[in-house]
């Protein structure tokens, strides 16, 4: 039997391959090489590889306009943002002109790996930033900007909480010496509860929890929300950088 391979790897590995025989093949992806990885053409093909940033719409929007122009343009990010938060533009810039536009879209909800399993999305020598749900594209745009400060977090998404890839975290917080949770739930009973269970009986390592902490909740619009729970991403990583600061 062949030994098993990621979808997203064999989708980094074709990418290459195909890039060989096609030479107006383009890759698009919007801040998620690592996770698609399409960071395999990427450094294959450096001239043919755009980063459109934290932006999908903007993408396939680059997309249509470089198909248009007689390129074959793959556009990669997750599946939730390329279905979701591009959708306009892949109906009216791709959809309607009948553009040869290629989407790669992983990390979809029931393919992103089996019940119980974890998934490391970057590796990271320094923090490990533990997500959930939406704050898993926060903790990978955190990871960004720590690595501007010359921190290197691994990122991991955990899909399932119960049960929890307690191999995977306790290899994680064997490897980078902390950890961080980020989740859009309370502190208490969630994700980062139950990584504190696994770490302390098996691993103990400074672990600081990002979440809604024990106090009444608020209503409004989700952006504000977030920010007022400091569910975001710099927030995230001034918790990272203050922990890495703190083993030192």
């Known amino acids: ?13 074709a990418l290459v391959e195909f890039g060989a025989a096609y030479k ?14 399409t960071c395999k053409f990427k450094a294959a093909y450096p001239d043919r590889f755009f ?26 990010s997750f599946a939730m943002f390329a279905a979701g938060r591009a959708f306009e533009q892949i109906r009216n810039c791709i959809g309607y002109p009948h553009l040869n536009v290629k989407i790669g879209a992983t990390h979809a909800g029931i393919t992103v790996g089996e019940i119980g399993r974890g998934v490391e999305l970057r590796d990271g020598k320094d923090v490990s930033i533990v997500a959930t749900g939406l704050t898993v594209s926060m ?17 991991i998404n955990i899909h399932t909480i119960k049960p929890i890839d307690e191999n995977l975290l306790v290899k994680a917080a064997k490897e980078t010496g902390a950890v961080v949770t980020a989740e859009e739930h309370s502190i208490i009973g969630g994700l980062g509860s139950a990584v504190c269970e696994v770490l302390a009986e098996k691993m103990p390592v400074p672990v600081r929890r990002v979440g809604v902490n024990d106090k009444f909740g608020k ?26 600061a703190a083993k030192k």
């Open 219 to 244: 209503s409004g619009q989700v952006p504000d929300l977030l920010n007022a729970y400091g569910l975001t991403a710099a927030h995230i990583a001034e918790v990272a950088r203050e922990l890495v």
């Open 24 to 37: 107006n093949l383009v890759v698009l992806d919007a801040d998620l090489a690592e996770a698609t990885k």
């Open 139 to 155: 903790a990978l745009e955190a990871a960004e900007l720590l690595a501007a400060d010359g921190i290197s977090a691994r990122v």
């Open 51 to 76: 980063d459109c940033g934290i932006a999908e719409g903007n993408m396939m929007g680059v997309a249509a306009g470089l198909a248009a122009s007689g390129m074959i343009p793959f556009a990669s």
């Open 1 to 13: 039997m062949a030994d098993k391979k990621a979808t997203r790897e064999a989708y980094g590995d």
